[in-house]
Structure formats: C-alpha cells, structure tokens
C-alpha cells in the first residue's frame, strides 16, 4: 500500500515568516511530486511540481526534494494571512501510463496576522 | 474558462435514490479521476480512466459506478445512495505523467 504522511496540523505561523511542510513518501519508486493549496470550500490547486532531487523555487514557493529520505517539503517565505488554507501532497509512481496520484491528507497552515 | 466542469454544484438525495455526477474536460487530457473528499480522511480515488475506453477502480469503489463517455466525458453515478456516500465529490484530469491534475470545482452531496 503506498503511502503518503503528512502532518495535519494546524501549522501556525506569524505573518511574514517561513512555513515549512513536510511530506514522506512510502513507494521508493516514485518519481514526481505535488503540492497542492486547498481553501476551505474549494477544490484543491496545483502550486508547484518537482522531479528532481533538490530545490524547485517558484516565486515565495520552494519545493525540495530528497529521494534517498524519501522526503519532499514546501517552503513559503513571506507568509500570508492569504496563504492560510490545507496544502497536499500528492506523489506519482514511475511513468506506468497515467496511474492515479497518491495523496497525503493535508497539512492545514494558519498564516496569523 | 477553460477546465474541468462538474454538474451539479451541490445534491440532496434521499437513501436509495439514484443519480449521475457529470465531469467534462475541455484541455484534451487523457485520463480523467473521481474522488471523494471526506474530514480527516483525505481525497480517496473511486474510479479513474487511464484513456478513451478504459476505466478502473480506486480505492473505494463500492457503490459507484463510471462511464468513459468520450474523450471529454467521464461520469460518476450512485444506482441506490446510502448515508456513507455524504461526502464532497472531485472530478480530476491530468494530460499525462508527469504532469498534475487539474480539479473540477467540486460536488457536495448529501444523502438523508
């Protein structure tokens, strides 16, 4: 069963900080990895993807990426009040033809102002 | 705008009632996702459609089931509602690896 752990929170953190989520993956195999934002009553959003083992920066975003620990996180600089929402994980397994995604439960992030 | 379109937006049935949930992707993405969203247990895949003409369970595909209509057009139907189908419903599509998905806005259905 692959698995995909996240901490759900919530992650409080003062406006103008760094938040950092985590996410450890089961499946030694996979290959790409998501991260989604969630508000509350919404459909989830893709932030950003990363394939590569290291840092993806996009913007306040930086996703990071270690294969050996099995181990990707997402840091938001800055952070926002707007930022306050659910953030998933979501992880691929090797290139097999478009099998579904793997999705951690979230992590809820409260940006306080 | 262009994306993935959900009907209806939100559902009342009463146990044992029927009904179709409709996604249609207007991006040409080949495969195409239905889950389900309940607090505390994340987003949990019910059927998916790898391409045109295939689909397959997910994880909890036990009183559901779907239809590849076309390319566009993947659908999601309840045959006899039951209390623990309450839930919010997503319809996802995706190009291909290793690209995401993109989400529909959403279905929430409750059933009484």
């Known amino acids: 069963q692959k698995e995909v752990e996240q901490n759900s929170g919530p992650l409080s953190v003062p406006e103008g900080a760094i938040a950092s989520l985590n996410c450890t993956y089961s499946d030694r195999g996979s290959q790409s990895f998501f991260w989604y934002r969630q508000y509350s009553g919404k459909s989830p959003e893709l932030i950003m993807f990363i394939y590569s083992n290291g840092d993806k920066e996009d913007g306040r975003f930086t996703a990071q990426l270690n294969k050996a620990s099995q181990y990707v996180s997402l840091l938001i600089r800055d952070s926002q009040p707007s930022d306050s929402a659910t953030y998933l994980c979501a992880v691929n397994e090797m290139d097999s033809g478009n099998t579904p995604l793997v999705f951690g439960k979230g992590t809820r992030l409260s940006v306080i102002a | 705008n262009a994306g993935v379109t959900q009907t209806p937006k939100f559902q009342v049935l009463k146990t044992g009632q029927s009904m179709t949930l409709q996604c249609a992707q207007d991006m040409n993405h080949n495969s195409m996702y239905w889950y389900r969203q309940d607090p505390g247990m994340g987003l949990r895949l019910i059927y998916y459609?790898?391409?045109?003409?295939?689909?397959d369970k997910g994880e909890v595909p036990n009183g559901y089931n779907v239809s590849r209509l076309n390319k566009r057009e993947f659908s999601l139907r309840l045959e006899s509602a039951a209390p623990s189908q309450t839930s919010v419903y997503f319809c996802a599509s995706r190009e291909s690896s290793p690209y995401g998905y993109t989400f529909g806005s959403g279905t929430r259905l409750t059933v009484v």
């Open positions: 459609s790898a391409s045109e003409g295939t689909t």
